[in-house]
């Protein structure tokens, strides 16, 4: 028997734990994937679907060579963001 199979015997919740982690990892982060990433080909999005159901180089690879989405210069501030407090070119506020 390989070390796998005696661990999976020896250790059945500890196994069924750690498929579980990893499942949940897995599926978090391809749900992420598909939502964040809308606007990406379906071949790429397929392509990381595959990859991230490898346990952990999958999620490695997925986070160093999956491109983040780009921020729209456009957008509003935030309401916590210097913007939205005060004016621009009225930095620091004057209180």
């Not at 661990?7 to 499942?23: E, G, K, T």
């Not at 749900?31 to 159901?53: E, P």
Request: glycine residues 6%; charged residues 15%; aromatic residues 12%.
């Amino acid at each position: 028997m390989t070390d796998i199979a005696n661990l999976r015997d020896q250790h059945p919740i500890a196994m069924l734990l750690l498929v579980a982690v990893w499942a949940w990892v897995s599926v978090s982060l391809l749900g992420r994937m598909w939502v964040v990433h809308r606007r990406t080909g379906l071949l790429k999005k397929l392509f990381w679907s595959v990859v991230l159901l490898v346990p952990l180089l999958g999620w490695i690879f997925y986070g160093a060579f999956f491109q983040p989405p780009s921020i729209s210069e456009n957008r509003a501030p935030t309401e916590h963001s210097r913007d939205a407090i005060c004016a621009p070119g009225d930095y620091p506020p004057h209180i």
